[in-house]
């Protein structure tokens, strides 16, 4: 409010909302805290730089989202998230306290610090628990992975249908979308993805630690890849996340050009890929091509064209036979097959 800014929902999970990382919490310890005594610290302090300016991440941010929506949800922040999503993705072995697991066959791992010690307990982060007090095993974090792998229609089954999607695809979809990205263009947040290029690819990631324990997911939603590391261990897990895709992403690559499993294009309803190909004019001159192909039983276009036509998609007419019609929607078919192209795999001769 002292500069002028409204924080959302929005501004909190996609880490732009200016908040300081760490919770206005005596001693770090948010123990015996409550949203009012958080609220009421958060008066007296500032941003550390405007909203919507610049990413920058904080667990305070993340403990908000969670704490005030249990203010108007039944229950607390534990409870609705294990019967709202927990629950319903089958996350057998997940939850926000061990005693939740007690009737499960579970056991914790044990947490040792950085100088191979043991932790004598489970750390409770109190009022901040949304911001990283959950355990979980692999395989349910494959299970969570799973979901944003199955809202990209494609040909790699993921054994999940419409009715094991715990919210709509779409939303899933959304929140692989950047929010923002940093001034090198290589890194960003999304809601609430950490965001970074690899080998031309915009890796989805999160990271975090707590005393004794660290862990990271980073996937390529589109091409059904992930990589997930745990380690009961202080350090910083994506050496083995990031590491092992540097070496796995080019030859995954490879493996899909040669198989010719690039993924299944989605088109509107009722609409005929074969019928847009051809060549594409402005005036007299062709400018690129579209040939039609079926792969595996899919409808392919592909686009053939020099380069230098890349700002020239305003006014072309299509080519078809003796027939010649003015395609109005067309820039926007640009646009997609653009940003889609690493997904895609469309093919371009020329410059």
């Known amino acids: 409010e002292k500069l002028g800014h409204t924080i959302t929902l929005k501004h909190l999970i996609s880490q732009i909302s200016g908040l300081f990382r760490q919770s206005p919490c005596d ?50 922040f534990c409870s609705n998230l294990y019967q709202n999503l927990i629950k319903p993705m ?20 044990v947490p040792y610090s950085q100088d191979h010690k043991q932790y004598p307990n489970y750390e409770d982060l109190g009022w901040e628990m949304p911001a990283g007090g959950l355990f979980s095993t692999m395989n349910d974090m494959v299970e969570f ?35 923002f990205m940093n001034p090198d263009m290589n890194s960003g947040f999304g809601s609430p993805w950490e965001m970074n290029m690899l080998s031309g690819h915009l890796l989805k990631g999160k ?9 990271d997911l980073q996937m ?11 380690t009961n261990y202080e350090i ?17 690559k490879a493996w899909i050009l040669t198989e010719k499993l690039e993924y299944k294009p989605v088109y509107p309803n009722g609409f005929s890929a074969k019928s847009y190909a051809g060549d594409y004019y402005f005036l007299t001159e062709v400018v690129f ?16 064209a020099p380069m230098s036509y890349g700002g020239r998609y305003g006014s072309l007419t299509w080519m078809n036979g003796s ?28 410059d």
């Not at 390529?220 to 745990?230: K, S, T, W």
Request: proline fraction near 3%.
């Open 207 to 215: 990271g975090g630690n707590t005393d004794g324990f660290a862990a």
């Open 323 to 350: 027939s010649t019609n003015n395609i109005f929607v067309f820039n926007n078919w640009q646009q997609m097959s653009e940003s889609c192209w690493d997904i895609t795999l469309l093919t371009i001769d020329g």
């Open 289 to 304: 091509s579209i040939k039609y192909e079926v792969i595996n039983g899919n409808d392919w276009l592909f686009l053939y």
């Open 27 to 76: 001693g770090l310890s948010c123990v015996n805290y409550t949203t009012s005594d958080i609220l009421a610290a958060l008066k007296n302090l500032y941003l550390i730089h405007p909203t919507s300016i610049q990413g920058s991440y904080s667990n305070l941010a993340y403990a908000l989202v969670g704490n005030i929506l249990s203010e108007y949800l039944a229950g607390n």
């Open 145 to 179: 992975m799973a979901q944003f792998f199955a809202a990209i229609p494609g040909t790699f089954d993921t054994g999940i249908n419409g009715d094991k999607f715990v919210t709509s695809p779409q939303l899933l979809r959304d929140m692989l979308l950047p929010v």
């Open 220 to 230: 390529i939603p589109e091409m059904r890849l992930g990589i997930i590391a745990m």
């Open 236 to 252: 910083d897990a994506s050496i083995f996340t990031l590491g092992t895709l540097e070496i796995l992403l080019p030859v995954f």
């Open 90 to 109: 089958g996350m057998k072995f997940t939850g926000c306290y061990l005693d939740n697991l007690a009737n499960q066959s579970y056991t914790a791992a």
